[in-house]
């Protein structure tokens, strides 16, 4: 049997040593239903999921509400919404907790004497015309003054079809404002004409990702392997999808047979009581959905098919590296 120690050398070694201890439990929260933007293309609008659930607002319950999450075993609080900054009380109620992203569209500062080293993942959607025709701002000029040379925020560039031939002005944008990224794709949930994927444009865009990650290694935090997975959709000649997908929430997911998925994953509603399907939208058509997270999570939770090869061993390391990278587990 092929063994972890028998397919890497030192090196590598080294690095999947470094991985293997960090056991990683996240789980999603809606920090809020409201926003101070309405992007086309935003998951939580477009399946309504700002209407399944009335927002708590008692503080103390939101408090309480963490403690049990931390008791069920959570060391990673992700906070999504809605706009989470609208509610910094609700945001640092998780941060004094436990380890926490926030992700944002970055128009409200989050105030760094408040969260120190809170990571945020500041949501970017292409370049200045991209901008507005779907999020109706410019948000990027705004947000990359508020988080100019910050070490613990990054752009979350989610791709679109119009961004291919784009991508390096915007990579370059970034790494002036001296901050790093991490690129996804855009599930056209909305169906905006001319921003669904063909498969032409996933080879081409696939492509771009990778020079872009050779060209600028000290700003793009990515890996050419989870470009491939993302593009293609396919893993050790798997298809991600419904069956596959590891990022459901535990207590809907009754799926047979139950794929390798994330420990105790659970995607909260404000109330605090209602749960989400996923860690994406509710209604979103899963042969269609590009998640990054979704993508990043199957890989992660499929260690033991990767360990066919030494290659293939290295390439699930750098998605799990690439993955506690991005929420601050180990160094940039
Ligand atoms: S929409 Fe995406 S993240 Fe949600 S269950 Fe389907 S494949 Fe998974």
Redesign the pocket.
Known sequence: MKTVSSLLDDHWHERYKRISKLNIRSSIYDVTNRCNLRCKGCFFFSSDEHKVAVEEMDLHKWEAFIDKEMARGVNLAILIGGEPTLCLDRVEAFYKRLPTFCATNGLIKVPRDRFPDMMVGISLWGDEEDERLLRGKDAFSISSKHYYGDPHAYYLYTITPKQIGKTERIVRKIADAGLKVHMQLLSNDEGVEGFSWQPEELAAIRAEMDAMLDAYPQTVISSRYYHEIITTGKMLGRS???RE?P??TQPLDTRHPQPKRLTNFIRWASDLKTMH?????ET?D?ST?K?GA?HMSWVMVNKRAHMRSAKDLQNWIEVYEMFAKLYQFIPW
């Open positions: 991600f999808g419904w997908c990022s459901v399907r996923c860690c994406t939208s979103r899963c959905c998640d979704a």
